[in-house]
T-cell receptor, first 110, second 114 residues
Framework: NAGVTQTPKFRILKIGQSMTLQCTQDMNHNYMYWYRQDPGMGLKLIYYSVGAGITDKGEVPNGYNVSRSTTEDFPLRLELAAPSQTSVYFC?????????FGPGTRLLVL | AQSVTQLDSHVSVSEGTPVLLRCNYSSSYSPSLFWYVQHPNKGLQLLLKYTSAATLVKGINGFEAEFKKSETSFHLTKPSAHMSDAAEYFCVVTPSGGYQKVTFGTGTKLQVIP
């Protein structure tokens, strides 16, 4: 099993551009999450999903959108990139007891 | 409501000496508690977890943690630090069975001095 995969690994965006961060898991987990990690901070929850077709906001959802059309995929969309969205983004899925994290996407908005 | 506080942002130990990383939590529910490790430019790896079974939890790489309800603590320890333990460590709390509310601590950077 590949676990949780994320693409791209690194991206530079200009202010106002849009992009989609991809996340796929092959463990058939219902729960999936998007976090951002800023320097010196813990992870902040952006959005989460409890299953295909169901998503909800986390702690810091502004400027992001998500969709969950399949169990495997949980893409994160940035519509109008801003410098404040420069961060490392982690996708995760979980079982009843454990979260599994992807390797992260480093995003730089200039 | 729930929160988690990692009491030290940086900890420095000599190789071969004990490691103690402190974590205090608050939760309105019965909690599940986790420790994750993140090596530089890497994702997060689960070290160990407490999910209302034994209060002393053993994890990977010789780490263990003890859940102390009376002290609302879940400190991470290791008897002898290794150079490869240098990383950032995160304490995480969730309600038992509550998959939405996942709260991360701000992290503790562990430095191991040769």
């Amino acid at each position: 099993n590949a676990g949780v995969t994320q693409t791209p690994k690194f991206r530079i965006l200009k202010i106002g551009q849009s992009m989609t961060l991809q996340c796929t898991q092959d463990m058939n987990h219902n729960y999936m999450y998007w976090y951002r990690q800023d320097p010196g901070m813990g992870l902040k929850l952006i959005y989460y999903s409890v299953g295909a077709g169901i998503t909800d906001k986390g702690e810091v959802p502004n400027g992001y959108n998500v969709s969950r059309s399949t169990t495997e995929d949980f893409p994160l969309r940035l519509e109008l990139a801003a410098p404040s969205q420069t961060s490392v983004y982690f996708c995760a899925s979980r079982t009843a007891e454990t979260q599994y994290f992807g390797p992260g996407t480093r995003l730089l908005v200039l | 409501a729930q929160s988690v506080t990692q009491l030290d942002s940086h900890v420095s130990v000599s190789e071969g000496t004990p490691v103690l990383l402190r974590c205090n939590y608050s939760s309105s529910y019965s909690p599940s508690l986790f420790w994750y490790v993140q090596h530089p430019n890497k994702g997060l790896q689960l070290l160990l977890k407490y999910t209302s079974a034994a209060t002393l939890v053993k994890g990977i790489n010789g780490f263990e943690a003890e859940f102390k309800k009376s002290e609302t603590s879940f400190h991470l320890t290791k008897p002898s630090a290794h150079m490869s333990d240098a990383a950032e460590y995160f304490c995480v709390v969730t309600p038992s069975g509550g998959y939405q509310k996942v709260t991360f601590g701000t992290g503790t950077k562990l430095q191991v001095i040769p």
